[in-house]
């Protein structure tokens, strides 16, 4: 095990090389003034810009710049974005939990529905409910998701009314933010405006929820399905079938457990395309998330903000997609025997 | 890539847009009334959707209306104000106001018992004086004021209309009040320290803040006499203010203002539809039809002073060529404008001044010929076009309810007359920004006023101390013109400023350094409950009236 987890560490290093790399690269890539590029300060001083030479070593090699950059990420100093002039570490830590908290409830979502309706399409399998349920998850598929939002938005918000189109709670509710995940803060405060706010919050978070939890639904649907009828044509399936265990037995007591393991590994994969989805749904219902602050700011060419978000990003979907991996191969001993580590 | 991914998202918006807009318009004809949505605890606060982000807190620092819509009435009191009815001056933190024989001396005297702001990161422990009016206006010019080179001294209002080069000293007569003597006698100097960017700050806050060592916080935390104060800014977000509990003119403003930054002119109509938010500014023409049809929106037009116009960078070739402009001038088809962008919700504009100022006189306007246009631009020596870019604001104003696509029918007017345009968009507060370092070969924007006074049209925008300042968008010097301006604030004398401002519009629609294009109407849609939203001729908005009345 200790052998497998070094083999993940120095993979993960690598990865993280390569993408402090080129963020870091970007700063060359994008165009306009370097040192903006860089700190973010637009019209400088001349002392100013002789400190901000000194502090990002732009008279040195490329590689010393590199090696200052990196350890400025780890001291937490990503530079100052260009239209807030706060800096970017700032905003992320402000928005990034807005994100994950959505992702997470959409997960939880998928996992909830995704993986009960896998086992009913096996169990049922060519019959009238797999059916349904595989053309339903059919359609799920191929949703565009911001599509869905727009059409789940003129539905619900406009026609009926019933949930509101954006933000995570009523504007009115006033909770101060101390982990920037609405539920648990509003949790922590003890349930102000008697509860009614903890509900406006579910309230708010129905929707976007719904629309970002869509496409994983239907994968891990999808994924069930097809690991269970595996795992159902294997012998040991066929003996317990022969020994006459019923339906329930062999699928709960037998089949599941093997069938889940890839669909464990499913999860923890579909952390990228959510974080992906979870931008667009941002961007339609106001979420205040990272996915809306990073288009935002490529409409508004803010480049220190473009490259930290991008790294706050991908570097949330590597340690999610590793945490995954690690926990899949401590449930299925198997899978540490690879010689090679792959994301 | 960073370009092909804003196209892409630019795409993407349009397409929300269009879907919104459709839903809108679907859902208001089909379904009528919408059953009321859960109101809880929304009676003690009101949410008003704004366009854009505030820039500062401070309305001395900034001329940008979306700001001051937001800031300057709700958290501010100036000494005096304009009646919007009467156009009189009426007493607010001053109670009255000698002017001296030779109207170089004005003296205030101040109200008593008005209490500043008391948050969380200040408690005042007296209420206002003349010390505070005192610092207030110093700040502006005098360089010894502590706060003066706060924020680079960029006080772009006061520095355009020269007010930093008449007020000679502000002297303290008594503790309740003040003397400002001037240099000259200026006929507009009333009007603007009646402007919402004249407000009273707290010398105490900011002797607070100065001995912390913390000037730069002076302008982003506030401190004001308004009915509301400052609670939080989070950016792209949202902006809270809660009620005044001291505020000197009543008791009864709401307990909590907030304002829902939601740049998306549609989505602002939506939220509207779903009562997420109270009042909406600027709701798009499109859909003014289909919101009065609600039983419980109510849509305000009030007639405004501004105007919306395109201005050419004169600095930069071939702009400074007064031909180029007016062959580009005479190539647009404003009645197109005019049906596509105000739906009619406009005034063709015949002057930069609006027909409802008292000193407007009908211009000969260049007209659509794009004949004529060609022929200005060979004459001007460029028979095969040229290129160039076109600013396009991102937000809507009165002035333009959508920049976007007034800058599309220019575009494809242009390209008759053979010059190929890119349109420029950048965030809002990026793109004044921008403007003002005269980045630009043209742009469409336009001006608001804040007093009644004519001048208000001319000095903040085409002065040359405008230029300077970066709030000339057309970059124009012209020391004839400024002479003409001098002179009609030189007198009191209303048929002599009037022969002023006669020659100085005629001026500017020979030389073109912008075109004025409409004055538009100002409209803001409310929910039924919402009372006591006045719309003004000019200024910005003030909110110090809002309350709602559930029935």
């Given at each position: 095990m200790l052998d497998y987890l070094f083999r993940r560490l120095s993979l993960l290093l690598f990865m993280l090389f390569a993408l402090t790399a080129f963020t870091f690269s970007l700063n060359y890539l994008f165009p306009g003034d370097l040192l903006t590029n860089f700190s973010g300060q637009v019209n400088t001083s001349f002392s100013q810009s002789q400190m901000l030479e000194e502090k990002y070593h732009i008279d040195d090699n490329v590689l010393v710049q590199y090696g200052a950059f990196v350890s400025r990420l780890f001291q937490g100093d990503w530079g100052v974005s260009l239209s807030s002039g706060q800096t970017v570490a700032s905003h992320v830590a402000l928005l990034l939990p807005a994100t994950l908290e959505l992702c997470f409830y959409a997960l939880v979502v998928a996992i909830l529905l995704g993986i009960p309706a896998g086992i009913i399409t096996s169990a049922y399998h060519k019959k009238w409910p797999d059916k349904v349920i595989s053309t339903l998850t059919l359609l799920g598929f191929s949703i565009p998701v911001f599509w869905l939002a727009l059409l789940l938005i003129m539905v619900f918000c406009l026609g009926f009314g019933w949930f509101p189109m954006s933000g995570r709670i009523g504007l009115l509710y006033e909770i101060p933010a101390v982990t920037n995940f609405i539920l648990l803060d509003i949790w922590l405060l003890g349930f102000p405006y008697g509860g009614q706010a903890f509900l406006d919050a579910l309230h708010h978070l129905a929707l976007p929820t719904v629309v970002l939890a869509m496409y994983p639904t239907t994968v891990l649907t999808r994924f069930t399905r097809d690991s269970m009828l595996n795992v159902l044509e294997q012998n040991y399936i066929k003996t317990a079938r022969a020994k006459g265990l019923n339906r329930r037995q062999i699928i709960l007591d037998h089949a599941l457990r093997n069938a889940l393991l890839p669909v464990i590994k499913q999860i923890g994969l579909q952390f990228s395309t959510l974080i992906t989805l979870a931008m667009v749904t941002e961007v339609i219902f106001s979420w205040p998330g990272v996915g809306r602050w990073l288009i935002d700011s490529i409409y508004q060419r803010d480049y220190p903000a473009i490259q930290g978000g991008l790294l706050a990003v991908s570097m949330f979907v590597i340690f999610a997609n590793m945490l995954a991996d690690l926990t899949h191969s401590l449930l299925d001993p198997?899978?540490?025997?690879?010689?090679h580590g792959k994301v | 890539m960073v370009a092909k991914m804003t196209d892409l998202l630019h795409i993407c918006q349009k397409y929300k847009e269009a879907v919104f807009a459709a839903a809108t318009t679907m859902f208001v004809s089909a379904c009528g009334d919408v059953p009321d949505a859960k109101q809880t605890n929304k009676t003690q606060g009101i949410v008003y959707c704004a366009e854009a982000n505030p820039v500062s807190f401070n309305p001395q620092v900034t001329t940008t209306g979306s700001t001051i819509d937001i800031i300057a009435n709700q958290l501010y009191n100036s000494l005096i104000s304009i009646d919007p009815v009467t156009a009189e001056f009426k007493p607010e933190l001053a109670t009255e106001w000698l002017i001296s024989d030779d109207g170089k001396k004005i003296t205030f005297k101040l109200r008593k018992d008005v209490q500043f702001h008391s948050t969380d990161y200040f408690t005042p422990t007296r209420t206002m004086n003349a010390d505070d009016v005192i610092f207030s206006f110093s700040r502006l010019f005098d360089v010894y004021n502590p706060y003066h080179f706060v924020q680079d001294a960029n006080y772009p209002y006061f520095q355009s209309v020269g007010m930093d080069q008449l007020i000679r000293k502000i002297v303290k007569v008594d503790d309740y009040s003040v003397r400002f003597e001037l240099f000259s006698a200026e006929s507009s100097l009333l009007s603007n320290i009646a402007t919402d960017f004249a407000v009273i700050l707290s010398e105490e806050y900011a002797m607070l803040r100065a001995s912390q060592d913390k000037k730069h916080l002076f302008d982003s935390l506030p401190i004001g006499t308004g009915p509301y104060k400052y609670k939080h800014f989070l950016r792209d977000n949202l902006v809270r203010f809660h009620k005044h509990d001291g505020y000197w003119k009543h008791d009864y403003a709401v307990d909590q203002l907030v304002y829902d930054i939601t740049t998306n002119n549609t989505t602002r109509i939506a939220k509207m539809l779903t009562k997420e938010c109270d009042i909406t500014s600027h709701p798009s023409a499109t859909q003014l039809e289909a919101l009065s049809q609600r039983q419980d929106i109510v849509v305000d037009q009030a007639v405004n002073l501004n105007v919306g116009y395109w201005a050419f960078n004169t600095e930069k070739p071939p702009f400074d060529n007064v031909l180029v402009r007016k062959a580009l001038a005479h190539s647009i088809d404003f009645d197109k404008i005019m049906q596509a962008v105000f739906y009619g919700n406009g005034i063709a504009a015949q002057s930069i001044l609006p027909p409802s100022s008292w000193a407007f006189t009908e211009q000969a306007m260049p007209y659509y010929n794009p004949k004529v246009a060609k022929q200005y631009l060979s004459e001007a020596g460029y028979p095969d076009g040229f290129e160039m870019t076109l600013w396009a604001m991102p937000v809507s104003r009165i002035?333009?309810?959508?920049a976007r696509k007034m800058a599309e029918l220019i575009q494809s007017d242009l390209r008759q007359i053979g010059i190929r345009t890119r349109i420029v968009e950048y965030e809002w507060n990026t793109f004044i920004e921008r403007i003002g370092q005269h980045e630009h070969d043209s742009v469409l924007l336009g001006w608001a006023a804040d007093t009644p006074d004519p001048d208000n049209f001319f000095s903040p925008l085409l002065s040359c101390t405008a230029t300077f300042t970066g709030k000339n968008p057309a970059n124009w010097c012209n020391p004839e013109f400024d002479l003409l301006l001098t002179q009609a604030l030189d007198t009191n004398d209303l048929k002599m400023r009037k022969f002023y401002y006669q020659q100085a519009q005629e001026m500017l629609i020979e030389e073109l350094p912008l075109v004025p294009i409409a004055h538009g109407v100002r409209f803001q849609a409310r929910s039924?409950?919402?009372?006591?939203a006045e719309l003004r001729p000019f200024g910005g908005v003030s909110l110090a009236n809002v309350r709602k009345e559930v029935k």
């Open positions: 198997v899978s540490r025997n690879q010689s | 002035y333009n309810p959508n039924a409950e919402i009372a006591g």
